[in-house]
């Protein structure tokens, strides 16, 4: 569920374990608009489902709808993942933490989260789980930015002293001595523009990892690889996540496979 949905590469990929597995089942992307939710998430049971994943903007709102909530997702303030239960109850989850560590280690696999100083830009759902899963890893100092600075402020005070709240004009200056750079906003998807920043101040050794995967390589992406920066593209930790969705769902371990991210890949425009 989402709004917009229509995007996202969920179905391809969820459908693509359907077939895998020899399943009779389908995923399919319902467009919900924020005020429906409520009453689309109490759908799911009596229509049968088995469980949804939640996209923009739903993410947090749902946490105040469904019946009960994991410790993870509560500490994250965010759900991405939802399991109806055989009495028709909801439970709710976040994939997306381990979504987003699982992708970095596989695509970078000597990155290290208390490497240095994290520079993260964005504040909504998605900044709260690499936020999460930097901290859970050991990081020391996450600088954090955001359009609008009291969302960051809310995010820094639940994460406790790692976090560092920095002046949306002063950006630029986050990346100087960071060892990562990580983009949670929707800025450089396809039909946004690219993200504001200037990297000249971000170490060459700096790993650059961006969580949006439409296009593959965003406009961040591509000047980080530009400069010689390591980069980390955001398909990786959809795949990921949705292979925990389905341990939750069916009690199955879908693996992120090169023929399936190929799979996947091959129906995103690369820039
Ligand atoms: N790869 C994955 O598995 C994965 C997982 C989760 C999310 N994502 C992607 O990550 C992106 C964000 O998702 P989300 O769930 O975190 O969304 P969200 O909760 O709606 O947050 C959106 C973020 O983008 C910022 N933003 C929006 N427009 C902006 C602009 N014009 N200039 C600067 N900042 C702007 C927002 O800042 P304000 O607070 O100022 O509005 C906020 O920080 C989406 O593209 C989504 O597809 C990917």
Not at 236 to 248: N, R, T
Request: hydrophobic fraction near 45%; charge should be neutral.
């Amino acid at each position: 569920m989402g709004w917009p949905v229509m995007h996202s590469r969920s179905p391809a990929l969820h459908n693509y374990f359907f077939k895998q597995y020899g399943l009779a089942g389908t995923y399919v992307p319902l467009a919900i608009a924020p005020d429906g939710l409520e009453a689309a998430l109490r759908a799911l049971a009596p229509l049968g489902f088995a469980g949804c994943n939640l996209t923009i903007p739903h993410k947090e709102r749902a946490l105040a709808i469904v019946d009960e909530v994991d410790s993870l997702a509560r500490r994250i303030g965010a759900i991405s993942c939802i399991v109806v239960r055989p009495d028709g109850s909801l439970w709710g989850t976040n994939n997306d933490v381990h979504g987003f560590a699982r992708n970095t280690l596989q695509q970078q696999p000597d990155w290290r989260a208390d490497a240095g100083p994290a520079a993260v830009i964005g504040a909504g759902g998605g900044a709260r789980a690499v936020v999460y899963s930097l901290i859970d890893r050991g990081a020391r100092e996450i600088r954090l930015t955001n359009r609008t600075r009291e969302r960051a402020e809310t995010l820094a005070r639940e994460f406790g002293p790692a976090v560092h709240v920095v002046n949306w004009d002063d950006r630029d200056r986050a990346l100087d001595g960071a060892a990562m750079l990580v983009n949670t906003t929707s800025q450089g998807m396809t039909g946004q523009p690219p993200l504001d920043l200037d990297l000249r101040a971000l170490p060459a050794d700096a790993l650059v990892a961006d969580i949006v995967y439409i296009p593959l390589e965003t406009p961040l992406l591509a000047a980080a690889r530009r400069r010689g920066n390591r980069t980390v593209d955001g398909l990786g930790m959809l795949l990921h996540q949705a292979c925990i969705a389905w341990k939750l769902w069916f009690d199955l371990d879908p693996e992120v496979t090169p023929e399936l991210r190929a799979t996947i890949e091959a129906t995103l425009p690369r820039t």
